[in-house]
Antibody, heavy 124, light 108 residues
């Protein structure tokens, strides 16, 4: 069974920074064989895709709303993906979900395992 | 960007009913369409991938269909645990990946 666990969410002031982490484990699971993605959900709102990274980390993709402010990365030796969030705005407040892609390149995929989410609140 | 539009935004139904949720893409996405279920306070759960393939463990009362721009998710013999919010998601092009706005299925 694959397990996904996010951490790092907290209250941060506008303009501040935060780094989210996401660990992905499971028996017989090869972490670098899968792309990983971040999806967020503002309170009472729908799902918004944020960023995705390929299995080897060589390809990264971002939503326009976070491009230039957020950076996705991964450490395959630690089975962990990160989301560095800089210049945070009030509209970035949301629950951030980490999810595993069904393939290693992040296109034509689906998100087959999700974490429970970590809450980010941007407020003064 | 590919826009995904779901209809209806909400619907009410009774246990045992059959309901259909529609999802329309703003351009041809072939069959790269996925469906997720989200119960209150929980993470989304994948149900259907590639328009019509059920993921392991998803009850057979769920079915997906469509291709190109028009897709549907049908739930037959509704059960109490099916009352949730459903999202479609296109996987044809990245970036960005886009979700529909969601359809809330409520108990009548």
């Amino acid at each position: 069974e694959v397990q996904v666990l996010e951490s790092g969410g907290s209250l941060v002031q506008p303009g501040g920074s935060l780094r989210l982490s996401c660990g992905c484990t499971g028996s017989g699971f090869t972490f670098n064989a899968y792309a990983m993605t971040w999806v967020r959900q503002a309170p009472g709102k729908g799902l918004e895709w944020v960023s995705e990274i390929s299995g080897n980390g060589g390809s990264t993709y971002y939503a326009d709303s976070v491009k230039g402010r957020f950076t996705i990365s991964r450490d395959n030796s630690k089975n962990t993906v990160y989301l560095q969030m800089d210049s945070l705005r009030a509209e970035d407040s949301a629950t951030y979900y980490c999810a595993r892609s069904s393939n290693n390149y992040g296109l034509h995929d689906w998100f087959d395992h999700w974490g429970q989410g970590t809450l980010v609140t941007v407020s003064s | 960007d590919i826009q995904m539009t779901q209809s209806p935004s909400s619907l009410s139904a009774s246990v045992g009913d059959t309901v259909t949720i529609s999802c329309r893409a703003s351009q041809n996405i072939a069959r790269y369409l996925n469906w997720y279920q989200q119960r209150p306070g929980k993470a989304p759960k994948p149900l259907v991938y590639a328009a019509s393939s059920l993921l392991d463990g998803v009850p057979s009362r769920f079915s997906g269909s469509g291709s190109g721009t028009d897709f549907t998710l049908t739930i037959s013999d509704l059960q109490p645990e099916d009352f949730a919010i459903y999202y479609c998601q296109q996987a044809f092009s990245i970036p960005p990946i886009t979700f529909g706005q969601g359809t809330r299925l409520e108990i009548k």
